[in-house]
């Protein structure tokens, strides 16, 4: 399934080629790394899902991931007990890890997302240490805990974008600690802004550090040219070996008759570009698209004109190169299906306040609406145009209105390439701006260009910019496509299959264990209800006993935390308009599972408190937990073929031996 | 007893005149040449033809929100005597002389004058001084775009009136709550809270950002209620009932009943029935109700039905069939059976009519007595007119190649054997012997050989090619993940079919169906219907020319050309004061600032203002700048077409808070006399600037008089301001 991302993605990093994706680089450098150190040789293709293995050596990389992935029962394990103060709590929240069949699943494959939760684990953990070592400020333990959290945000940063949540969740944790702080007048003000830098330090800047470390060592080991190259700009492309403008050698000047491509300036911006296909009905006028695409394709190509005479062909000798100079009046004609490219005062399909453009003409003649003024960005009129680095400016000479990229995605009639309009606010934005790439004019010598070099913080910029730009047109649900919605997320409703699809072959399906997690779900609403009596309890100003008191503590404070951090790992999903699968629950899947064994061993406690001092409380309570935990393993043993495969016929099919499982019609095991 | 004899009766009647005056000036401001001009302005396009639609009692679904604002217009039309004869179709379109232009506006333009009042009374409330008080209520009056989107047949207005009509009546209800709690007054604003919420939810769904936040600080407030411990439980429970009554029951309470009146007054169908399902469309009159009226209700072997997918989208269609067959091969190269076509036809045909067949008996009319089809029984369908079964196998379908075609068998005689086996599987059963119902019941078909079910896969977008004539395609859906409406049909029309040949059946087939049963649906179920549809209805998303992004708002960077006379160059625009929304966030900013000094301030005890100076701070930033912030952030997450006047709600709150700040720093920042003196002074130029640059806006707020073509263009205070110059 997935595997054939990120496994892919590994073997990039092997093999050293540039490639590109929407996920920061930690989670699939360290894959990379894994597989490296594994023995794996990259050579694998990882086509398609289900593809055979062979003789590759991938156990390393699966390995690496289902070793972090079972350092989650620990990390929780820890957390809780560090929360809660109290081992079954702990031991709860580690069987239910451990027992869980979603969790298994989604940790034996070469996946981003236990690396992502075991990082997001590692943070929260250290950051609950950090919280107990309050009383000694400054200590080697607290800067350790500290500058750990610092440590696991990085990496929860670094492996997936989701990572943010965890980071406000120990933003939140740190203010909430610091107003503490300030509140308590024995500090001075002094060693209140001690402890102000030392967060900061450890918890801004160390991150911010490490996380640009990160993408150093990106850079520094994809240096050759790949499949992600047409998503940057000419000066980034120019760095990688391999790539056609690495130590590239073109004609310097741009000529009438030259083929050239342009790309846009804006980061992500693309090459302006155009195909056979028509705007459609009701769009503007149902004449060619022109569109900027992300990817190097010959419909990129664009030829040179003059507006009033069609320069003969390029490649005849006789006629004298003529260079094209600031403040020209040009035609750009599209080389693949000779039209010009076009403007007139239509709406633009999305940008409705901007003018639409097309490819008009056939063969290269066209009308007036196809002048375009070509002027360099700050040059004065009658300089040369230079390839690469010119900023180029295109006004079209009948409305003044200026070429450029919107950045918004078209629909599915425009291949869900990106829009350009032409623009009538004349700003000076890198939208409007574009320079020339490729050129090609066989009259003209070749001259070796070093382009200007990016320094590593426009690539940092720029590889964002480019993940933001793609993340939003990849991603977004295709019109058939049944995604997930977060609804069906805490209630179960509906798994992911792994892998097999057919009677015969060998299924993996994630699916929680729906006993776990339904009864994660009860205890959300149990926790409330718990908390609720809790506060009002203490605001009536209830006498409790010292034990109850530091029972409703925990409740409150650390129950508190783990709630919170189940919500911002939650509720974002609701608000974005991406594709969501099943698997984006787990992060909060973990908050939920710890808060389960902490509402349990305190609400059993309290029950216990109640019927104290008769022995019933102690057995009460044992009882509980017991039965709390055989249930678990009980329900793990029904559903551990989930995890570790099935062969034979669909749940569907009443034969089959899952068939008394298909609790939920939605399942499809 | 009798008391009232021994003295006399005295009527005290205490009048504020500054009230008085505020609404004499908020009415002038708002109403004075309410009927000029006599053209559709903007939205009142939209509006408009939903008052027309009431007026003609034609129902209707409108996706921007809930029926209340627009029954609200629709009462200044059935008051002015509008009799719903009028032509929506193009802003600046000349009314005719039936449109009662001045009843039509007249609500709106009170609701807007009702808020300079309203302003000056919730600054009292907070406790702040009359001047104050008074500056807040000028602020109101004076805001041009306040004034501009009062004035036509708009709900802004309306909305921030019911907005600020809650937040004033939940103040004074928790002023009386310190002293006299559950007094007959205490009951009344509490109340009043509720409803003027639920009617400011009911006007636009903005309204529940409003009401939200009532809620979040009546709950604050209540918490404080629960820590004082002289109250008993008791009276703690009978505090809180009467929050939870007045606050969540009644606003739900009348929420639903504007929906009860909304479906009561529209009984006749109307343009947007098809996007009802059939019982719905079934319980209105004239339309499919003039068709199903007296169809038999329960579907038996040898009915004659169409058949209407549940869906709806892109368009409604049914069931299809005709004598053309897919071509061999299609234009990718793939193969087809070559079978009959079966597709999804969103007009109404009669090659539409199916029968519902026995496989076991060969006869295609109804017995005596009917055998009702039920849950999990096996049928054929047959075409009416070509008298084909409905049949689906392992092949491609034509456009969706991941499952399978669905075709009318013939029989090619070339080993491909008839499937048509269909398994009827209610979804919207009671339990599992259920008659499957005309109408009522949902129906999924499940191939019986292949498990496919059947689907209109036409909502990706995409139509059949010329040899299908654009019709949307059906398929046979293998992988039958869930429930998708697509995959679920129900019977629109249906009879018992009677004829046994096949010439007779056909001249059966045109003709309308008869026969009596009628079929009521309950008011809960229509309503949730329709509040589904609403929220789930997607208009297409389009840019609109005037349409602007969230941040512009804040400086008002866009403005919106409402309205421009046909000759000369008067002209209404949506423009806000600029001296008031600068003021606005300076103040809005200010305040944050300040709160947040004082707060850590506090936090190292060091107290800079008396503790009730702070509450009151604290108290009227609550409001203002929460009411702000909850009508503006939302909007950067919404994906929908934003204009300027979707910010006039946070922008009343924001300008409620400047008064407030000013207030404030002349109390507790200027320390000297002369420091006073010296900030009212400069109040009063700041104050006649904000008077001046009213005057200066007001040719195009109320859209008189014609400016000159110069005098246009210096209005043009920002570049990005799109004031109509015409070209000479």
Aim: glycine share 8%; net charge neutral; with cysteine.
């Amino acid at each position: 399934w997935d595997e054939t991302h990120f496994g892919k993605m590994g073997s990039y990093y092997i093999n050293r080629t540039f490639f590109f994706d929407v996920h920061p680089p930690l989670g699939k450098m360290l894959i990379g790394l894994a597989g490296y150190l594994s023995g794996y040789d990259g050579t694998f293709p990882f086509q398609k899902p289900g593809d055979r293995y062979e003789q590759h050596n991938y156990m390393g990389m699966r390995g690496f991931c289902a070793f972090l992935g079972s350092c989650l029962v620990p990390l929780a394990y820890l957390t809780v007990l560090e929360l809660s103060k109290s081992l079954p709590a702990a031991l709860l929240t580690a069987f239910i890890l451990i027992f869980d069949t979603g969790c298994i699943t989604l940790s034996q494959y070469i996946l981003l997302d236990p690396i992502l939760m075991f990082f997001l684990m590692g943070a929260v953990l250290s950051m609950v240490k950090c919280n107990s070592c309050a009383d000694r400020p400054f200590s080697a333990s607290w800067w350790f805990w500290m500058s750990l959290t610092g440590v696991n945000l990085a990496g929860a940063m670094g492996v997936k974008f989701v990572g943010l949540f965890v980071v406000l969740l120990v933003g939140l944790n740190t203010m909430y600690d610091l107003w503490d702080l300030l509140g308590n007048l024995s500090l001075s003000l002094v060693m209140f802004g001690k402890h102000l830098l030392a967060r900061v330090l450890c918890l801004i800047l160390l991150p911010l550090a490490l996380y640009t470390a990160m993408f150093a060592v990106h850079f520094t080991v994809l240096n050759k040219s790949g499949p992600g190259d047409g998503f940057f700009s000419s000066a980034f492309q120019s760095q990688l070996i391999g790539n056609n403008l690495h130590n590239i050698s073109v004609p310097e000047h741009v000529a009438y008759g030259s083929v050239v491509t342009m790309k846009n300036l804006r980061m992500a911006g693309g090459y302006l570009h155009s195909h056979w296909h028509l705007y459609p009905e009701g769009i503007g006028a149902r004449q060619q698209q022109v569109t900027a695409y992300l990817h190097k394709d010959l419909n990129n190509l664009w030829i040179i004109k003059k507006h009033d005479s069609d320069t003969a062909d390029p490649s005849d000798p006789s006629i004298p190169v003529e260079f094209v100079r600031h403040g020209d009046i040009i035609r750009l004609e599209h080389k693949e299906t000779s039209r010009n490219l076009h403007s007139h005062q239509h709406e633009a399909p999305l940008t409705r306040k901007h003018f639409q453009v097309t490819a008009y003409g056939i063969n290269g003649t066209g009308d007036s609406n196809d002048f375009w003024r070509i002027e360099v960005v700050g040059r004065k009129s009658g300089k040369l145009i230079r390839v690469l680095r010119s900023q180029v400016r295109l006004t079209h000479v009948a409305t003044g209105c200026v070429l450029g990229s919107s950045g918004k995605i078209l629909p599915k009639w425009g291949w869900e390439q990106l829009e350009v309009t032409c623009t009538p606010y004349l700003k000076e934005t890198p939208n409007s701006l574009w320079n020339f790439e490729d050129h090609i004019n066989s009259k003209l010598p070749n001259i070796s260009l070093d382009v200007l070099k990016p320094s590593f913080a426009e690539i940092l910029l720029e590889s964002h910019m480019v993940m933001i730009q793609v993340g939003n047109t990849a991603l977004k649900p295709k019109d058939n496509e049944v995604t997930s919605k977060p609804w069906h997320w805490p209630i179960n409703y509906q798994g992911l299959r792994f892998s097999g699809v057919n009677e015969t072959d060998y299924r993996v399906y994630l699916l929680g264990n729906p006993v776990i997690w339904w009864l994660n779900l009860v205890t959300i609403g149990l926790y409330l209800l718990l908390t609720v009596s809790t506060a009002v309890a203490l605001k009536r100003g209830v006498q409790l006993t010292s034990e109850l008191k530091e029972l409703s503590r925990v409740v409150l404070r650390g129950g508190g935390q783990i709630m919170l951090g189940w919500l911002l790992h939650y509720l974002p999903f609701f608000m974005m308009g991406r594709v969501l699968y099943f698997h984006h629950y787990f992060p909060a899947m973990l908050f939920s599972s710890m808060l389960t064994g902490i509402t349990w061993d305190t609400l059993l406690k309290f029950c216990a408190a109640f019927l104290s001092p008769s022995t019933t409380a102690r057995k009460v309570y044992g009882a509980g937990f017991l039965a709390l935990v055989l249930l678990i393993i009980y329900s793990f043993y029904l559903f551990h073929p989930l995890s570790y495969g099935i062969i034979g016929p669909m749940a569907s099919d009443p034969s089959s031996p899952m068939a008394g499982l298909r609790w939920m019609d939605s399942w499809e095991f | 007893m009798l008391g009232f004899l021994k003295e006399p009766v005295v009527v005290t009647v205490e009048i504020n005149m500054n009230v008085m005056v505020l609404t004499l000036m908020g009415l002038i401001s708002r109403l004075w040449g309410l009927s000029y001009p006599r053209a559709v302005v903007f939205d009142e396009v939209y509006y408009g033809q939903f008052v027309s639609l009431y007026m003609k009692r034609i129902f209707f679904v409108d996706d921007s929100g809930p029926p209340f604002g627009h029954m609200l217009l629709a009462l200044g039309g059935y008051l002015g005597g509008f009799d719903g004869n009028f032509l929506w179709n193009r802003i600046g379109a000349e009314y005719s002389m039936n449109v009662p232009v001045w009843s039509l506006r007249l609500l709106p333009a009170l609701a807007g004058a009702l808020c300079v009042p309203l302003a000056y009374q919730i600054l009292v409330e907070l406790q702040f001084s009359h001047c104050a008080a008074l500056g807040a209520a000028l602020l109101i009056l004076l805001e041009n775009s306040l004034i501009t989107q009062s004035r036509f047949m708009l709900l802004e207005s309306i909305l921030i009136f019911f907005i600020l009509l809650a937040v004033l009546s939940y103040l004074k209800f928790y002023n009386l709550q310190k002293h006299s709690s559950f007094s007959g007054s205490w009951w009344f604003w509490l109340l009043l809270t509720g409803v003027a919420c639920s009617c400011a939810v009911g006007v636009k769904y903005m309204g529940l950002f409003t009401y939200i936040l009532l809620l979040a600080i009546a709950g604050l407030h209540f918490w404080h209620v629960i820590g004082d411990q002289n109250l008993s439980n008791v009276s703690l429970m009978c505090h809180f009932l009467a929050r939870g009554l007045a606050l969540i029951i009644i606003p739900v309470a009348m929420y639903v009943s504007f929906f009860y009146v909304h479906l009561t007054l529209l009984y006749r169908s109307g343009p947007h029935d098809q996007i009802m399902t059939s019982a719905f469309q079934a319980s209105l009159e004239g339309g499919l109700a003039r068709i199903t009226q007296g169809q038999p209700l329960e579907v038996a072997y040898g009915s004659q039905i169409t058949l209407r997918n549940v869906l709806g989208k892109p368009m409604q269609c049914w069931l299809h069939s005709h004598t053309n067959t897919y071509p061999i091969r299609y234009e990718n190269g793939r193969g087809s059976s070559h079978q009959q076509q079966v597709t999804c036809y969103p007009f109404k045909d009669v090659n539409n009519w199916w029968i519902v067949k026995d496989p076991g008996m060969q006869q295609l009319v109804v017995s005596n007595p009917p055998r009702p089809v039920r849950h999990g029984h096996i049928v054929q369908l047959v075409h009416g007119i070509t008298t084909r079964y409905l049949n689906t196998h392992d092949v491609a379908a034509p456009l969706s190649p991941h499952s399978q075609e669905v075709s009318c068998y013939i029989d090619y005689n070339i080993s491909m054997p008839a499937q048509n086996l269909w398994r009827v599987e209610i979804v919207n059963r009671e339990s599992d012997t259920d008659v499957w119902k005309t109408i009522l019941s949902e129906v999924r078909f499940v191939h019986v050989n292949t498990s496919a079910v059947l689907k209109a896969s036409g909502f990706t977008g995409a139509s059949l090619p010329e040899w299908g004539y654009r019709q949307l395609e059906v398929v046979g859906e293998k992988l039958s993940k869930g429930y998708h409406q697509s995959m679920v049909w129900n019977v629109e029309e249906h009879r018992y079919g009677k004829s046994l040949e096949q010439k007779e059946r056909e001249v059966e087939l045109h003709s309308p169906t008869q026969m009596d049963i009628s079929k009521n649906l309950s008011f809960m179920a229509k309503f949730t219907e329709l509040q589904w549809k609403i929220l789930t209805l997607k208009n297409e998303d389009t840019e609109h020319k005037y349409s602007s992004s969230a941040l512009d708002w804040v400086t008002m960077d866009t403005n919106i050309a409402y309205w421009l006379h046909p000759t000369s160059s008067a002209q209404i625009h949506l423009l806000g004061n600029v001296v008031t929304w600068a003021s606005a966030n300076a103040a809005a900013l200010l305040y944050m600032c300040l709160s947040l000094w004082y707060l850590i301030r506090r936090r190292r005890k060091i107290y800079d203002i008396p503790e009730d100076a702070w509450q009151l701070w604290v108290s009227a930033g609550g409001i203002c700048v929460g009411g702000w912030a909850v009508n503006y952030l939302p909007f950067f997450g919404m994906e929908k077409t934003l204009f300027l006047y979707h910010y006039l709600p946070a922008l009343t709150f924001q300008i409620l808070l400047i008064p407030i700040v000013l207030q404030h720093i002349s109390d507790h920042l200027c320390r000297s006399v002369l420091l006073k003196s010296m900030f009212t002074a400069l109040i009063v130029a700041w104050f006649s600037s904000v008077y001046f640059v009213y005057c200066t806006f007001s040719p195009v707020t109320y859209g008189e008089p014609s400016l000159s073509v110069t005098e246009l263009k210096d209005l043009r205070w920002k570049d990005t301001w799109n004031i109509l110059i015409r070209k000479q």
